[in-house]
């Protein structure tokens, strides 16, 4: 789009040039001055044809980097979906843990009280043979 301009630009110029000779002007300072606009508008594209370049290898280094990132994200959300299972799998367990250690205090609990009654049972008897003589 830019070289189109610029070869439009360049027609008006050989044009111009062209109807010059007929106001007066010199052929050679007319064909000098449309060499130095060739010029230029040659350096000018040369300058954008390197900013073009400049911006498509800075484009292709985000890309990269875009994808490095993206490789990133899948490796930490692929870590993330291991450590939630983990998580869950830990969870159920610990809840069975817990399950079983209330069965054992319930256990325990009732163990202890047979005991205290047993006890109490035999400090009753010992206290009764005590009292009775024998």
Do not use: C
Not at 125 to 133: H, I
């Amino acid at each position: 789009m830019i070289r189109r301009a610029l070869f439009l630009a360049l027609a008006v110029l050989i044009v111009g040039s062209l109807a010059g000779p007929a106001t007066g002007g010199s052929l050679d300072d007319e064909l000098k001055e449309i060499r130095q606009s060739v010029l230029a508008l040659s350096a000018q594209i040369d300058d954008v044809a390197a900013e073009k370049s400049m911006l498509a290898q800075d484009v292709l280094a985000a890309q990269g980097k875009l994808e490095a990132v993206e490789a990133r994200v899948a490796t930490a959300d692929a870590k993330l979906t291991r450590i939630s299972l983990e998580h869950e799998e830990r969870t159920a367990a610990l809840t069975d843990i817990r399950a079983e250690l209330a069965d054992r205090f319930a256990t325990l609990s009732f163990i202890r009280s047979q005991r205290d009654t047993a006890l109490e049972d035999a400090k009753a008897s010992v206290l009764n043979a005590y009292m009775n003589g024998g």
